[in-house]
């Protein structure tokens, strides 16, 4: 396990190479036993001491520490053509440690910790190849209860503008590998008409499946009646994954896809935004088992969709709506 952590954080810069070679020991202890507790992970008290002290040392910054794992896995994905870079936000819930100090708020005013936004590279074969970035967001208990506000409030003040910063990161390291094809993919939280915009701007690919029924300029209107109207492509037979109170099974959707045009949120008309070009691909099951909901996803992306049946993995920039469906259900 030791050439592993000093790969990853051997280049990590915390200005004496004592507390590199001590981060790597850290490291080394803690991926030999990652379920384990502290103490379990340290061979005696002296070594989770300086585990401690370690962690305490005012000039250990975890920006240098991710900054050195960051190097790694760029040079992990230049060796990949295609590569997924997973966003997705996790609440660490420190309410039952109430001695905790600099928390912020989760879901209400009951629960105190901090979100984690990741940004996970991982193969279209399910490989992960480490973080592209990482966020900590603090949720100010003087803003809560002020949602009603947050259309009048910057995109650079509001907590969504975690997926930017994961855009902006990804774009960075697809500079860096320019053979591989980065693939920006968020959930339905990440359909904002500035995720599309940055996409733009960047010249960087998103995958995002679709929250809102957005206007399009197009004659239906909106953007679930738009790609409605879209003649039927084909049926993709997909994986469902086991759930609660569900097991797998195969499930034959109907795929429609289109290139639509989305309009920029009214709200927002005097800063003369741009229409911006994407492809919309919508499955639906038709024909659901009796007491299942039905599959329904509308999956949006500027990488074009121009097949039905062939699959990405070639590294261009044309894709297939069967491949879109593949990554969704696998992620």
Known sequence: MTPWAEVEFGNADLGDPRRTRRLIEIATARAQRPSGSLPQCFENKAALKA????????HVDRDAVLA??????????????????????????????????????????????????TTLAVTPERV???????????????????????????????????????????????????????????????DGYDVFLRSQQLNQDVLVR??????????????????????????????????????????????????????????????QLPVIRVWGVLAREEQPPLGVEPIEWLLLTPVAVTTLAEGPGNGSRGTSAAGLLTFIIKF
């Open 128 to 190: 992960p190849l480490g973080l592209l970035h990482q966020q900590l967001i603090y949720r100010d208990p003087a803003e809560f209860g002020k949602r009603h506000q947050r259309k009048q409030r910057p995109i650079e003040v509001k907590e969504s503008y975690k997926w930017l910063e994961s855009l902006q990161a990804t774009a960075r390291v697809q500079a860096a590998c320019p053979t591989s094809h980065l693939v920006s993919v968020g959930d339905r939280e990440a």
């Open 68 to 117: 050195s794992h960051y190097q790694a896995t760029t040079q992990r994905v230049a060796n990949v053509p295609v590569v997924l870079a997973l966003q997705d936000t996790t609440e660490l819930d420190f309410t039952p440690h109430p001695a905790t100090q600099g928390l912020g708020l989760l879901g209400d005013a009951r629960h105190w910790g901090v979100l984690v936004h």
């Open 51 to 58: 585990m401690y002290k370690f962690c305490d040392n005012e």
């Open 210 to 271: 679709a929250a809102w029924d957005r206007a399009v300029q197009h004659d239906e209107k909106y953007l679930w009646a738009y790609l409605e109207s879209q003649p039927v492509a084909g049926t993709v037979t997909v994986t469902v994954p086991r759930q609660a109170h569900q097991d797998a099974r195969q499930a034959p959707v109907s795929v429609r896809y289109a290139a639509v045009d989305l309009k920029p949120p009214r709200y927002r008309a005097k800063e």
